[in-house]
Structures are given as C-alpha cells and as structure tokens.
C-alpha cells in the first residue's frame, strides 16, 4: 500500500519562529489532507490540498503532485499551535492512510 | 457550519463486553469511516460505508466489529468483546458524493479494563 513518511518527527521552537512541516508520500492520491490534533485528541481539519496551494491565515500548504511532497508553513508560531501535525492521503480507495506526524512544540 | 459528531466522548468498559459508539455524520454525505488511534500512535483506517454496505475494510476489522447505519442520521460502530487493546481513540469521519475531503469527528475515547 500507499507509504506516508512525514519529517521532522518533532520540533521544537520558540514563539514567532517560522516552521515548515514535510510530509511524503509514494504514489499518486487523489486526496492529501493535513491534520492538527490538539491536545485532547481531537483531530482539527487544516487543509485539503492534493495539489497546489491554499492559505488560511498564518498557515499555508503546498503540494507538488508530480514529485509526492507536501509541506505545511505555519509563520509566526503560537503556543496554541502545539501539538501534532498529520498528513493523510487517499488513492481514491476512500480510506486514508496517514503518516506517523510531527510533534511541534512552541515555548513562550 | 456542519459537523460530525461522536458519542459519548468518553467510554469505560470492562474485558468481554460489548459497546457501541455512535456518530451522526454531515447531513448530505454519502460516504463514512471509522478510524483508530491507539495513544502515541498514528490514525489506522477500520472501515468505509456507502450505499448500507461495507466498501472497504482493513485487517484490523476483524470479526469483532460491525458497522451499522440504523437510521438516516446515525452511523454505529459495534466492538462485540471488548479486549484491552481496543483501547484507543476511535474517531468517525463522512466525505460527500463528489469530493474526497474528509470530515472527522471530535472521537470517543474507549479505556477497556
């Protein structure tokens, strides 16, 4: 099946620090989703880019079809951005196969 | 704006018994899921409905689990015999005819002891 590597495991900045979130992925989809799960677990819908770019706020995605990558920018971090950030993706099948996610961590 | 939405956040239950968590999904979609967080782990898909029939399922849906929509606003998954690794986040999602997008509910947290 379709394999989702997501990178760095974990980071941690300081607030207003800039970070960008990698996430690859090895073969085609028709859907690529990015995730916040906030700490009591619930999982917060960001994006839904399987390709191109979109922009909410201070959070931005990019998807590179072609090359199987998307990255996930988020400028001038808040602490409230902590948690873990997943990606996920579909081939069509309807059932999303996510990666392991990355771990931020945004000190005062 | 819509939501889906999970009862009850919060299930404890004992080795052996049976339980039942219950999603009401978006209005006007078609298609709904379950998926699986075990703590520290990543989201593993169980299951796909559409049309009131199983389209999908992974190897984890074994034997032990049902799906069921009863009604035209609940979608219920059922764990027969609850083992102490069915401890886990299980969450409910529902996507429209015509897109992929996928809509997650807040989860309910299953503690088996």
């Known amino acids: 099946g379709i394999q989702v590597e997501q990178s760095p495991p974990d980071l941690i900045l300081q607030e207003g620090a800039n970070s960008t979130l990698r996430c690859n992925f090895s073969?085609?989809?028709?859907?690529l989703q990015w995730f916040h799960q906030n700490p009591w677990g619930q999982l917060i819908n960001l994006f839904y880019i399987p390709s191109g770019t979109k922009q909410n706020g201070r959070l931005s995605a990019t998807t590179v079809a072609t090359e199987r990558y998307s990255l996930l920018y988020i400028s001038s971090s808040q602490t409230t951005d902590s948690g873990v950030y997943f990606c996920?993706?579909?081939?069509?099948?309807?059932?999303?196969?996510f990666g392991q996610g990355t771990r931020l961590t945004i000190n005062p | 704006e819509p939501e889906v939405t999970q009862t009850p956040s919060h299930q404890v239950t004992q080795m052996g018994q049976e339980v039942i968590l219950r999603c009401v999904p978006i209005s006007n979609h078609l298609y709904f899921y379950w998926y699986r967080q075990i703590l520290g782990q990543k989201v593993e898909f169980l299951v796909s409905f559409y049309n009131n029939e199983i389209s999908e399922k992974s190897e984890i849906f074994d034997d032990q689990f049902s799906v069921e929509r009863p009604d035209g606003s609940n979608f219920t998954l059922k764990i027969r015999s609850t083992k102490l690794e069915d401890s886990a986040m299980y969450f409910c999602?529902?996507?429209?005819?015509?897109?992929?997008?996928?809509?997650f509910g807040p989860g309910t947290r299953l503690t088996v002891t």
């Open positions: 999602a529902s996507s429209a005819w015509d897109r992929y997008e996928q809509y």
């Open positions: 996920a993706v579909d081939r069509g099948a309807q059932k999303l196969v």
């Open positions: 073969d085609s989809v028709n859907n």
